[in-house]
C-alpha cells in the first residue's frame, strides 16, 4: 500500500468518525436545538418540593402545573407538559438542580396540555397513571396531538409523540414522595373521565391537578357538575392548609373556592329552570343569573358556559328520558 493511500484512508476514517460523533450527539439532545425559548422557573414550596405554576394563556400550551418532588435518589415529575419541548426543558433543570436521580413521571388526567411532554423521556421511564387515564389517553391522544399542532405550531410540537403510561395506579394507593406519604385519590368525570389527586394528611396538603380550573372556567365537556362538585367537596372537607399548582398556597386554596363557586352557580341555574319546563335554547336566551354574572362578561366565558350548560343539560335530559 502507498503512502499516499494509506493517508487518503486515514484522513476517511477520520471523516467517518466526526460525522458519527455528530449524529450521536445530534441524537442525544433530540430536536431541543429547534426548540423555542422556554425559561423555565420552578419555585420551592416545601423541602424536596418544587412547582411550575399554572399560567393560563402561556404561548407555549404549558398553562397547567407541573410539580417535582426529590429525594437523594429519586426525582417524581407530575404533568410534564404539553410537549416535548417542555419535557426537555425539565430534564435540563432536573440535571442542573437533581443530577444523578432516577426519574418518574405521573400524569393526573388524560389532557394533552399536561401529558405529551412524557416523549421527552427515555423509553422504559416509569409512567404512573390511573387506569382509567391511560385508557382515554390512548383512545383520545392522536387527536389531541394533532390539535395542538395545529394551535401551537410545529417549533413547539417538534418531536413530540404519544407514550403511554406503564405503570397501573390504584385508587387509595400511597406513594413515597420527597420522604413523604401521598394518598392517590381517583375521581370519575370531575374534569375527565378519570382524574387523581394527592392528599398528604400530615400537613393537610393537596395536589387537585386538573380538578381546579387554573384557566378561569370550568370546562365540562369530558365530566359532570355533581362529581366535580363531589370531589372538590372531598378536597375542602379536610380544611387543607395548602394546594399546590398555583403561584402560591392561598392561590390554590382561592381556586378551590372559585371553582366550586362556579359548580354550585351552575348546578343551581340549570336545576331551576329545568324544574320550570324551560328549553336549553330558551334558558340560554335569558339573562344570567345573578349568581353567574361575573363568568359571563367576557366573550371567550361566555362561549364556555353556554357549552357547559348545553352539555350538562343534555346528560339531565337522558337520565329522565332513560337513554344510557
Known sequence: MTPLLRQWRALRRMALCSCALLAALL???????????????????????????????APSGWTEPTLVWADAHT???????????AGL?????????????????????AHPENVLANSAWPA????????????QMNKRCPTCLAHLRQTLGQRWMQGSTIVLPNH??????????????????????????????????????????????????????????????TALNEIQATRPHALWGGPSSASGLAQLARTQGYL????????????????????????PAPALVPWVRE??????????????????????WGVE
Not at 426543558?89 to 388526567?109: K, S, V, Y
Not at 393537596?206 to 355533581?226: H, T
Open 27 to 57: 441524537h442525544s439532545t433530540g430536536t431541543s436545538a429547534a426548540c423555542p425559548p422556554l425559561p423555565l422557573a420552578l419555585h420551592a414550596v416545601a423541602p424536596g418540593v418544587w412547582v411550575k405554576p399554572a399560567q393560563p394563556n
Open 75 to 85: 426525582a417524581w415529575v407530575l404533568d410534564p407538559g404539553p410537549h416535548r419541548c
Open 89 to 109: 426543558a425539565l430534564r435540563r433543570w432536573l440535571q442542573q438542580h437533581l443530577p444523578g436521580r432516577t426519574q418518574h413521571l405521573i400524569n393526573t388526567h
Open 124 to 135: 422504559g421511564t416509569p409512567i404512573h397513571a390511573l387506569a382509567g387515564t391511560r385508557e
Open 168 to 229: 397501573t395506579l390504584q385508587p387509595g394507593q400511597w406513594l413515597t414522595l420527597a420522604g413523604q406519604r401521598w394518598q392517590v385519590r381517583a375521581h370519575t368525570h370531575a374534569h375527565t373521565e378519570s382524574s387523581l389527586s394527592l392528599w398528604q394528611p400530615e400537613q393537610r396538603t393537596w395536589v387537585a391537578a386538573g380538578l381546579l380550573a387554573w384557566g378561569g372556567l370550568p370546562d365540562l365537556g369530558r365530566s359532570r357538575v355533581q362529581p366535580w362538585l
Open 264 to 287: 354550585q352557580a351552575l348546578d343551581g341555574d340549570i336545576t331551576q329552570a329545568m324544574a320550570q319546563g324551560k328549553s336549553v335554547l330558551e334558558h340560554l336566551g335569558q339573562p
Open 299 to 320: 366573550l371567550p366565558m361566555k362561549q364556555r358556559h353556554e357549552l357547559n350548560v348545553m352539555h350538562e343539560w343534555r346528560l339531565r335530559e337522558e337520565e329522565d
